[in-house]
């Protein structure tokens, strides 16, 4: 089991916003678990919250901007690249501006600021979207295509191409996401010339310099350039290495501009608002299909969650009755624990339990705050999956069920008096030699409240 993380304490930094050239500082602040990731504009009256999900993300014009309620934060990306790569789910980034500041283009000092932090767990279990089939997104104007593919682990593959001399076709992989401060996050923006003289000359970058971003130089440049951007970004001299670039900096990896872009994937797809397992490729990404990407991702498992949930109609008749379930099941009051059977096939089964404060459990068990045993909870899910099984059998009546492993069970959430628990459970294998391998999922609502996989016997009586 995977627990949640948050940090330890704050960790501020402060620097240039790269639209406004404002300054500007950003905390990231400890945060209780199921929280997720959310910025707080601590300038604006009422500090107002904006979660960071791909339902908020409102341009992705040279950056990732997400807004709510008119509060607005630009340039999120790289902050929650930094925080997926570290393993952190839940943190409350507290900003006095409008943007994020841009540093030197990378995600390495985010994540210097959160290691300092440090990183604690929590009594939650991580919850993972774990796709069952390939999805995809394309764009064919912009060539672009990314793919989200099952896997044990989350794992990221970029490719680049901008058709370019100076950039051509670059690869980048993450295999694991332990890597992900030594090989990624230190790993800067880049941006062509022509672009870079565009942006300055319609005023749009206030807040870069030659600190923030590799320039990629992919036409010829009169030496009368070169002087006017060295005297524009108050440098000594401006000359064009031979890889191409300019030589304000070097390069940490030849596939450095590869490598952010994946870096950039990571922190958008973290709009979808879970971590993944899954392989996610990735060919020419951008801000703009990484953010359609994860709205597409959270379309995905929030529908499959959506569909997962069984529907109780009080008006349909049961499949079985409780005068139906007493003549399969042995049980009896007070340890019968399921009233209804809604649904059954070959390969599941949902049943229901009405829970009363009559209980004869409720008498001992928290009786000034009446709290349903995990236990019954266990077993009435036992007695569901017994129905499953023995509806396997020609002549249920003259058979037995014997559990004989109970794993990963996990309580999310009270089970309470006037609740009506709904047991669903699907086989994980094929019965074979009388034995029945099932995962379950108990609901109040559509609230899971308790998970585990059962492993039962079905045996004649003697």
Known sequence: ????????????????????????????????????????????????????????????????????????????????????????????????????????????????????????????????????????????????????????????????DFDTKVLGTQNASLENIDHYAKEIANCRTFVFLHELEHLLKHDLIKGGDLSNAIVFVNKQVSQEELDRLAKLFNKPTVRVKSEGILNNLDLHFQNEPARHKLLDVIGDLALAGKPIRGHVIASRPGHAANVAFARMIKKHFERASEEDIPVYDPNSPPLFDIIAIQKMLPHRPPFLLIDKILEMSETHVVGLKNVTMNETFFVGHFPEEPVMPGVLQVEAMAQTGGMLALNSVPDPENYLTFFLKIEEVKFRNKVVPGDTLIFKLRLMDPIRRGLCHMAGTAYVGKKIVMEAQMLARIMKKT
């Open 1 to 160: 089991m995977t627990l949640q993380k948050t940090i330890l304490k704050p960790a501020s930094i402060s620097g240039l916003g790269l639209h406004t050239g404002a300054e500007v500082t950003m905390t990231f602040l400890p945060a209780p678990a199921r929280h997720g990731y959310a910025f707080r504009r601590s300038d604006m009256q009422g500090q107002p919250v904006i979660e960071a999900i791909a339902d908020n993300v409102f341009s992705t014009d040279r950056g990732t901007c997400i807004e709510k309620n008119g509060a607005r934060v630009y340039t999120v990306e790289h902050a929650l690249s930094a925080l997926t790569g570290l393993g952190i789910d839940n943190c409350l980034i507290e900003v006095n501006g409008p943007e994020m500041p841009i540093m030197d283009g990378s995600a390495r000092y985010f994540v210097e600021a959160l290691q300092q932090a440090g990183i604690e767990e929590q009594d939650a279990e991580r919850e993972y979207y774990e796709p069952d089939t390939v999805i995809s997104y394309t764009d064919p104007d912009s060539k672009t295509e990314l793919h989200l593919i099952p896997a044990k682990n989350f794992r990221v593959s970029v490719m680049i």
